[in-house]
């Protein structure tokens, strides 16, 4: 287990790794924007703790530069303690958020959490099951590769295509993409949904955020260009995969109303 400490003030960075020291745990110490991005190419960590106030940049780019390329784990941890920085840091992807001054204790608690959820993520990989309102899903070995039309997801070595070009998806977004495609055409309602993406337990989950997650994954999959959604809303129940339909299906249905 690898965890990136990113913040400019040594002695905060040292305390945070001193109380977080146990047996399996490497630590990564970057100072900076720029040292975080050239640490992170060489040892990609699991978990990053992450400062916003750092001396050349901003900590939220460096959060987007992370989502984009890989499914860490980001727990902001900074003075900024204004409501609107903290959706700020929620709507770009982080996975928590924590204002100094900080309880070292509840920090420890926190990754704690992050790393039951990365065990859990890695067993839900070998064999997940989908257990509520008669939606069901097919073992993992079954079907650790979806591929249809223009997309191509393998599920066992974390790699997504759409047109042949690889798409990063964040922790979350693979789990809900992987529950959507395995019940394709099942409509999923969102307290399922909410369930199996936030399922630690102990952590208020604002009702927003699966909304934001689905929203991020239809930008990082969907192109308005050829007017086709495949993760469609059914209001007042959940969202669900559509299948794109053949010419032959099409011409078949020609006439009639869509429902």
Known sequence: MRIQIVEDDRALSDGIRLALREDGITFIQSSSVRQAKE????????????????????????LQW???????????????????????????????????????????????????????LNGAQQDGRLDEQGTRQRQAADNAVYEEDVFRFDFDRLEFS????????????????RLLVENAGR??????????????????????ALSVTINRLRRKLEN??????????VYGQGYIWK??????????QAGRREE
């Open 39 to 62: 640490d992170f190419g060489a040892n990609v960590p699991d978990i990053v703790i992450l400062d916003i106030n750092l001396p050349d940049g901003s900590g939220y780019d460096y």
């Open 66 to 120: 992370v989502k984009e390329r890989s499914d860490v784990l980001v727990l902001i941890l900074t003075a900024n303690d204004m409501e609107t920085d903290e959706v700020m840091g929620l709507t770009l992807g982080a996975d928590d958020y924590m204002t100094k001054p900080f309880s070292l204790a509840v920090l420890r608690a926190r990754i704690q959490l992050f790393m039951k959820r990365i065990a859990a």
């Open 162 to 177: 759409r047109d042949e070009r690889a798409v990063s998806l964040s922790v979350n977004e693979q789990k809900l993409l």
């Open 187 to 208: 409509i999923l309602p969102r307290n399922v949904l909410v369930d199996r993406l936030w399922s630690d337990g102990g952590e208020y989950v604002d009702e927003n």
């Open 224 to 233: 308005k260009k050829d007017g086709v959604s495949y993760i469609q809303t």
């Open 243 to 252: 299948k794109k339909k053949k010419e032959s299906e099409n011409d078949g």
